[in-house]
C-alpha cells in the first residue's frame, strides 16, 4: 500500500521568515501526491498536487512544493511566512485499493505551523 | 468553496444509539467518502462511494454503514455508538476516480459519544 508520513507534529517559523513543513512517501509506482491545509473548525482545503512533470509545484496562497524521487519527498515550502499561515497541513498520497482498483487518499498525520510574530 | 454540507455539524449522544450523518453536495460529483479525524492519525477513510449505490470500504470501516441514493446524498450510519467512535468526521467530494484530481471537503461533523 502506499503511504506518506510527516515526520515533524510542530514547526514554529517567524513571520517573515521561509517555511519548510516535511513529508516524505512510499509507493509502488509513480506516486501522485497532494497538500490540504485545514484552519480550525474547517475542512481541509487543497493547496497544490504532483501527478507529473516539473518537480517543483505551485499553488494557493504562495505556497509550492518540490518532487524529489531520489529522497522520496515532497515538501511544503513558501519563502515568506505570514501569521494567517499558522494551520494544520496535510500531505496525502493516491491509494489504490486492492479490492477495488478504486483511487482513494491516503493522509499523513498533519503538521501544525505557528508563525510567530 | 465546493458545495459540501454535512449535518449535524455538532452531536453528542449515548453509547449504544444509532446516529446517522449527513453528507449533502451540490456539485454533482461521482465520487463520495467518508473520514474519521483523530489527533495522532489524521484522517482515515471510512467508506466511500463511485456512484449511487455503489460504495466500499475504506480503513477503518468497522461499525459504520453507508448509503447513496442519490448523487446529492451519501449517509453514514453508526448503528450502535460506541465511546470509540467520538471523532470528527468528514465528508468529501471528487469529480474524478482516477486520483489525479483533489477531493473537496465540508466542514465536518463533531461527534461526541457519551
Known amino acids: 500500500a502506499q503511504s506518506v508520513a510527516q515526520p515533524e507534529d510542530q514547526v514554529n517559523v517567524a513571520e517573515g521568515n521561509p517555511l519548510t513543513v516535511k513529508c516524505t512517501y512510499s509507493?509502488?509506482?509513480?506516486?501522485?501526491l497532494f497538500w490540504y491545509v485545514q484552519y480550525p473548525n474547517r475542512g481541509l482545503q487543497f493547496l497544490l498536487k504532483?501527478?507529473?512533470?516539473?518537480?517543483l509545484v505551485k499553488g494557493s496562497y504562495g505556497f509550492e512544493a518540490e518532487f524529489n524521487k531520489s529522497q522520496t519527498s515532497f515538501h511544503l515550502k513558501k519563502p515568506s511566512a505570514l501569521v494567517s499561515d499558522s494551520a494544520l497541513y496535510f500531505c496525502?498520497?493516491?491509494?489504490?485499493?486492492?479490492?477495488?482498483?478504486?483511487?482513494?487518499?491516503?493522509f499523513g498525520t498533519g503538521t501544525r505551523l505557528t508563525v510567530i510574530p | 468553496d465546493a458545495g459540501i454540507t454535512q449535518s449535524p455539524r455538532h452531536k453528542v449522544t449515548e453509547t449504544g444509539t444509532p446516529v446517522t450523518l449527513r453528507c449533502h453536495q451540490t456539485?454533482?460529483?461521482?465520487?463520495m467518502y467518508w473520514y474519521r479525524q483523530d489527533p495522532g492519525h489524521g484522517l482515515r477513510l471510512i467508506h466511500y462511494?463511485?456512484?449511487?449505490?455503489?460504495?466500499d470500504k475504506g480503513e477503518v470501516s468497522d461499525g459504520y454503514s453507508v448509503s447513496r441514493s442519490k448523487t446529492e446524498d451519501f449517509l453514514l450510519t453508526l448503528e450502535s455508538a460506541t465511546s470509540s467512535q467520538t471523532s470528527v468526521y468528514f465528508c468529501?467530494?471528487?469529480?474524478?476516480?482516477?486520483?489525479?484530481?483533489?477531493?473537496?471537503f465540508g466542514d465536518g461533523t463533531r461527534l461526541s459519544i457519551l
Open positions: 509507493v509502488s509506482g509513480n506516486p501522485y
Open positions: 468529501a467530494i471528487s469529480e474524478s476516480g482516477q486520483g489525479n484530481q483533489p477531493q473537496h
Open positions: 462511494s463511485y456512484g449511487v449505490k455503489d460504495t
Open positions: 496525502a498520497v493516491r491509494d489504490v485499493s486492492k479490492s477495488t482498483g478504486a483511487n482513494n487518499l491516503f
Open positions: 456539485e454533482n460529483h461521482r465520487y
Open positions: 504532483y501527478i507529473t512533470g516539473d518537480n
